[in-house]
């Protein structure tokens, strides 16, 4: 490792560094101070820790694993420090008493005074065998050991600390079961759902059931895709109400990252009023205020620009501003490792010029055949998907009632329907883009018919009647359809 220079390592202190690392960083620096780095220090001590524990990387793994944001931010400070530089890494180490030599120990090196209830003492130690501790994590070029006194509060520190915050910002800490990884745009709501015998004309009113669940097509497809035991995340916003609550239990209990969901104080969660029929048939009216929009620079975050470039694939909806899907696309298409992305027209809205070139950066359009028209004036679905394809869009997704029609550069495939009933609910194209990127992501191969076959499927094996997210298939009932249908 080559020596870091002081003017590189003070250039972290100031007005450029963001405003959560510094932070992320004060709270740290603060634990130091006491008997280091604990969970009962975080729940109990007078230094107020919510820095790190709404941190989005704490947030998930306390989701994940049923933990306390106390514990989790423990368990992944010290998978953090473990990507350090190792000087970086020892200084952490020890002076936030993390023991991340008690399951390994160094010969010659005695942890108690190492990781001693003291910080001076464990500064000493560290100083005076600074030399072999450095060789015990196999690192090749050693700067040279500073005394304790200049330690304290010197670049060392400075330099060490702020690498640990900003890497817990920007949500970069790797851990989980090493699933695909899905990242949806979009948003969630609560729907209050009307079920009727018919959609009524104006002035006339008709008998009904009512239900009110979590809902959004944003929530949907993240759902859609947990349930194919995809690790799905969504980046959306709620207000700070009651319904927000709700929709972030639910989507918790279904195995969806909210670690990226946005609370916003004062705001109303959005709420969506649906009447549908039995056959599938709905008209809704969808609030929303605009301060529970995204701007672009609500992507900026560490958190979130990571989490896109990392993703295997990537879906955007419309229901956030359409800069908002451009960046999207824009963040996805700048991964060195660029993931799928697919885009889901939804609700209908014409094609803007901004996201024109940036359609050759998008693989699938999957909408309704009436969501795929729209995207331009006056046009049949037809028409559009082939003014998609001539922007450099992979293929596009039309589905209907009937089943899924696949257009692509000089081919068009009919994908025909499991069944005649289920095709039409409103979880359609939610079911259909979830299984087709199921696809995408568990196989090393061209996507192939069957693939789509397979998303169609999804589409018949999706539970009617009843909450739109709730209805989502597994693996195991896709699977069993078409086993049976064949």
Known sequence: MSPRNDSRTLGYVGSAL???????RGVLT?????????????????????????????????????????????DVIQLATQQLAPTDRLIVDAELRLEL???????????????????????????????????????????????ARTLRGGA??????????????????????????????????MDHVNIVEQIPQPGSSVWGDFQ???????????????????????????????DGEMVVQYLSHEGVDTSLITTIEGARTPVATVLMTPHGEMAGVAYKQDRIR???????????????????????????????????????RSSDEPPWVILNPSPPAQLPRLLYERMQSVHYVVGTTDEIAGLWADSSADESAGRLVDLGVAAVCMIDRHGCTVRR??????????????????????AFTAALIYRLVTSERTV???????????????RGAGPIAAGMPSVTEIEQLRTTRR
């Open 18 to 24: 963001d405003p959560s690392v510094v932070a992320v």
């Open 30 to 74: 603060m634990l130091r101070t006491r008997a280091g780095l604990s969970s009962d220090q975080l729940r109990h001590s007078e230094i107020d820790a919510h820095a790190l524990t709404v941190l989005s990387t704490v947030r998930r793994y306390a989701q994940m694993y049923a933990t306390t944001p106390e514990d989790a931010a423990r």
């Open 101 to 147: 030599f008690r399951a390994d120990p160094p010969s010659g090196i005695d942890l108690d005074q190492l990781y001693s209830a003291q910080l001076a003492t464990r500064r000493r130690y560290l100083m005076l065998h600074w030399q072999p501790l450095h060789e015990a994590i196999r690192c090749e070029t050693v700067v040279s050991a500073p005394t």
């Open 156 to 189: 060392h520190e400075i330099q060490a600390f702020t690498a640990l915050a900003q890497l817990l910002v920007s949500g970069m800490v790797p851990f989980g079961e090493g699933r695909a990884t899905v990242t949806v745009v979009g948003d969630a709501a």
């Open 212 to 242: 009110r669940h979590p809902g959004g097509k944003g929530l949907n497809r993240a759902v859609a895709l947990s349930r194919l035991n995809l690790d799905a995340r969504l980046i959306a916003a709620v207000g700070a109400d009651s």
């Open 294 to 332: 995204f701007q672009a620079a609500d992507l900026e975050s560490g958190a979130v620009t990571h989490a896109i470039r990392s993703s295997d694939a990537v879906v955007v909806t419309f229901e956030q501003p359409i800069e908002i899907a451009a960046h999207a696309i824009d963040i996805a």
């Open 409 to 430: 550069s000089g081919h068009q495939q009919s994908v025909p329907q499991f069944s005649d009933t289920t095709a039409g609910y409103p979880g359609s194209s939610s």
């Open 448 to 462: 192939t018919d069957d693939d789509f076959a397979w998303a169609a499927a999804a589409m018949a094996a999706q």
